[in-house]
């Protein structure tokens, strides 16, 4: 057997690996991917319990029937238990409500107390930028309660 009868083998020639740079790039674009999408979870998560909260805070009537569900749904209640539970919670909201409508009046006072402090301490800009906000959140978190 001479040289030439000796078959050689094909190179094997994988794909060059990627420079050490365009790793890093590929990296980071990964974790720049994944980190919008955990923001934009969080946002979204954020959004919608504030939305449900103000729902709850600007609808007490809806709490009685929405808390009963959820009690059916926990405690594998059946139908008539779960109208029992929700009688029983709209009663109770009655009490609550009145003890709410007693003590709403000192809350609004307090809270005047402080809205007229810190007005005081603000120049003209600051107050109006001040007073606005604390309109919108007595607005949103203090709503008046029904006569």
């Given at each position: 057997?001479?040289?030439?009868?000796?078959?050689?083998?094909?190179?094997?020639?994988?794909?060059?690996?990627?420079?050490?740079?365009?790793r890093w790039v590929t990296l980071l674009l990964c974790l720049l991917i994944?980190?919008?999408g955990c923001i934009v979870g969080i946002g979204g998560a954020v959004l919608f319990i504030r939305n449900q909260l103000m729902r709850a805070v600007h609808n007490p009537?809806?709490?009685?029937?929405?808390?009963?569900?959820?009690?059916?749904?926990?405690l594998d209640l059946d139908e008539d238990q779960r109208a029992k539970i929700e009688t029983i919670l709209r009663e109770?909201?009655?009490s609550l409500?009145?003890?709410?409508?007693?003590?709403?009046?000192?809350?609004?006072?307090?809270?005047?107390?402080?809205?007229?402090q810190i007005a005081e301490l603000l120049d003209e800009?600051?107050?109006?930028k001040f007073l606005k906000r604390m309109k919108h959140f007595r607005e949103s978190w203090t709503p008046r309660l029904p006569k």
């Open positions: 057997m001479n040289e030439t009868d000796k078959e050689t083998p094909p190179e094997q020639n994988p794909l060059p690996a990627a420079p050490a740079s365009r994944f980190g919008s009537q809806e709490a009685p029937a929405r808390v009963a569900v959820i009690l059916k749904r926990r109770r909201q009655q409500m009145a003890i709410r409508a007693d003590s709403q009046p000192r809350v609004e006072e307090q809270l005047d107390l402080v809205q007229a800009p600051r107050r109006i």
